[in-house]
């Protein structure tokens, strides 16, 4: 029987002893829960708690809640509590149950694919609350209601029992409190960080909305949990802001408007500053599209053609001797997009980009509006914009010269390849992979040690550039990053985008970066990281960027030798060696460098597929981690001091 069919079969079931069946939809969960939320690592067991609060928001953008709380409980479970109406209990009609039950417990039901319940809705995906209840050890629904409170619990997706009436209560809203089952997820324990950074997310996209968090694994000097909360009361204004809080802004106040063209909603919001960098977020019923879409499409096109069309007229491109292109007017742009819609079509199941063809032409009409507007009001600001563009056209010109070397021959042996390459025998780039190694020494070593059928090495000499603070034209003549393009077999440039990367080539499935375990090692990893960031993005949102981690000691009693990765692992080692005798005879070393091992221990450690561990480079949170890159690497201090000063508890110093 098919899923569809199992479901048809499910709705014409009462709740007695012969319902077992509707439990049928959510096993195909348990037993293909990648299918659903995207993996069982960290991105899958977040997405939990982003299923439940998209519930809560639906609320909000209909109209009836204003309040969203999250708890991450001492046990690693989370609940979620909002102001809301609650989910419905009286019986449902065609399930003969309550419709709390049903929306617990069977997929592609709720209230929003009603259109008189919810005109939009960011969980059109169809799997929602139930997904959560499917892959959930234990969850218990409790909801606030006509003067009274309801609830009922669940395990691994069925109720334990009907929903019943427990008291009375002042209050409306939904509570669901829930903990993952680990037996399917691989990591169980919830960032405070990552659900915070998501909360904060929300509350600009969704002004007026407070949202916050609470962690009770974690307290304060005082005894109180950790604790944050969210409000915006200008949306995307106030996100631009804060993306840009590390840059030098060209322009005091964001460009922004709010309102409705065709029936679409669109809030679009953007300010320029003095970097190089190019940083549009987009999302569609909060949904951050990373791919982009129709929205995109349309804000890009009215951009470009409004900022041209005013530049023309002043007369400020009269001594320009080439032409415009729509790169220059975004770079040093920040700008964020969001669109309501009521049915979203989205490319593909990762729902990351948008396919509806009348959104192009709402975006695109509202974004011409607004800067139309704000050119012929704020002349002063249009002259610094239009200035921003032409030395951006003017570098990116000098940059197509660098560029095309980076395809041509000046790092390159007789091979066509980098002289410094060891490359590997195997020519399957899904079985191939590099490691980019900090320094000569280490290089030689990794070349030693390495399986030369799969493993290619690329030795990088000191700190590559830092590109947050480069002109483009200075990426693409430095030595090292033309060695890296080359050796992946990638260029910058295609057709449609003279700034996408074209994977068409590309050399190697895993790209290791692999640095000493030291303050400058991670200097190094994370300039090679911006880097990859900033020009090399699609490699990292494929899944192909991986940082090694070498171990930090290796601990020795006699003959025996065990490494460990962190001061935990060494102290625990040095316990279990203990045990057989007095702690004398037990020595440790530091490893600073990877030059500190010989190629046998490089391999066993660091290198060997069935021992090593690599860290697989994620963008969890696209806004986030554009702002923690400009923050970190570029020109603003106090921000940069004010992050290392919060997070210096957790760094390895070298003394």
Known sequence: MSEENKEIKIKELNY?????????????????????????????????????????????????????????????????????????????????????????????????????????????????VSCVNALSIELKATVYRDGKTYEQEYSKGAPLYPVREI????????????????SIFIVSDYSYDVLSNR??????????????????RDFDENGEPKFESFHSEEGL?????????????????????DGEKSGTPVEVAMQYNSSF??????????????????????????????LKSYADKSGMLSKLKFEISGDDFREGLTAVISVKVQEPQFEGQTKTKLGNSEVAGAVDQAVSEMLNYYLDEHPREAKTIVNKVILAATARHAARKARELVQRKSVLSSTGLPGKLSDCSERNPELAEIYLVEGDSAGGTAKQGRDRKFQAILPLRGK??????????????????????????????????????????????????MTDADVDGSHIATLILTFFFRYMRELIEKGCVYIATPPLFLVKKGKEEVYAWTDEERKGIIVEMSKNGKETGIHFQRYKGLGEMNAE???????????????????????????????????????????????????????
């Not at 008291?167 to 680990?182: A, C, Q, V």
């Not at 090593?612 to 986030?624: P, Y």
């Open 601 to 655: 221990q490089l391999w066993d450690t660091t290198m060997d597929p069935a021992f090593r561990k690599l860290r697989q480079v994620d963008i969890v949170n696209a806004a986030e981690a554009n702002r923690t890159f400009s923050m970190l690497m570029g020109d603003e201090v106090p921000p940069r001091r004010e992050f290392i000063e919060k997070n210096a508890k957790y760094a390895n110093i070298d003394v």
């Open 167 to 182: 008291g009375t209560s002042d209050k409306t809203g939904t509570e669901i409190t829930f903990l993952p089952d680990n």
């Open 464 to 513: 590559i550039l830092n590109v947050e603070k480069a002109m483009p034209h200075k990426i693409f003549e430095n030595e090292e990053i033309k060695t890296i393009f080359t050796a992946l077999g990638v260029h910058i440039g295609t057709a449609e985008d003279s700034k996408a990367l074209n994977l068409e080539k590309l050399r190697y499935h895993k790209v290791i970066i």
């Open 277 to 306: 960098a190019e940083n549009l977020q987009s999302y569609v019923n909060n949904i951050n599209t990373i791919e982009g879409g129709t929205h995109l499409a349309g804000f890009r096109r009215a951009l470009t053609r409004t």
């Open 237 to 257: 204004k106030e996100f631009v802001q804060y993306l840009d809080d590390t840059r030098e802004k060209l322009i005091d106040e964001p460009i922004y408007m």
């Open 199 to 216: 909360l904060r997310e929300l509350s600009f996209l969704n002004k007026g909305v407070t949202l916050t968090i609470t962690d009770k």
């Open 16 to 128: 007695d002893a012969a319902s077992i069946q509707v439990l049928e939809g959510l096993e195909a969960v348990r037993k293909r829960p990648a299918m659903y939320i995207g993996d069982i690592g960290m991105k899958g067991l977040h997405h939990l708690v982003y299923e439940v609060i998209d519930n809560s928001i639906d609320e909000s953008m209909a109209g009836h809640c204003d309040t969203i709380n999250v708890t991450i409980n001492e046990n690693n479970s989370v609940t979620v509590l909002d102001n809301g109406r609650g989910i419905p209990v009286d019986i449902h009609e065609k399930e003969g149950r309550s419709a709390l039950e049903v929306v617990m417990t069977v997929l592609h039901a709720g209230g929003k694919f009603n259109k008189d319940s919810y005109k939009v809705s960011g969980g059109l995906h169809g799997v929602g």
